[in-house]
Nanobody
Framework: QVQLVESGGGLVQPGGSLRLSCAAS????????MSWYRQAPGKERELVAV????????NYADSVQGRFTISRDDAKNMVYLQMNSLKVEDSAVYYC?????????WGQGTQVTVSS
């Protein structure tokens, strides 16, 4: 059974940090490009960060560039999103996604709330 399970969300003050984790099972993580998306209330889901197979290439949304870092540990079947200097506008449900065309897997999401 394919599963992606996100964790690490929560409430944090502006300027704070969180590290999101995505645990993968039921498929060969190292064969998949992995990404993080987020969706705020009333807004469309947006791409936050992508990491290539092997981890050699990463890309970020302009809004998080320089503040967020995506990484992967294929030996542990884990993907991470380190989020620093968080802003109120980063509040959203964050989702992990694995893609190996035509397969695409999504997690259930973890809530991140940035508020004072």
């Amino acid at each position: 059974q394919v599963q992606l399970v996100e964790s690490g969300g929560g409430l944090v003050q502006p300027g704070g940090s969180l590290r999101l984790s995505c645990a993968a099972s039921g498929f060969t993580l190292r064969a998949y490009a992995m990404s993080w998306y987020r969706q705020a209330p009333g807004k469309e889901r947006e791409l936050v960060a992508v990491i290539s197979i092997g981890g050699g290439i990463t890309n970020y949304a302009d809004s998080v560039q320089g503040r967020f870092t995506i990484s992967r540990d294929d030996a542990k079947n884990m993907v991470y999103l380190q989020m620093n200097s968080l802003k109120v506008e980063d509040s959203a449900v964050y989702y992990c996604k694995g893609r190996l065309t035509p397969n695409e897997y999504w997690g259930q999401g973890t809530q991140v709330t940035v508020s004072s």
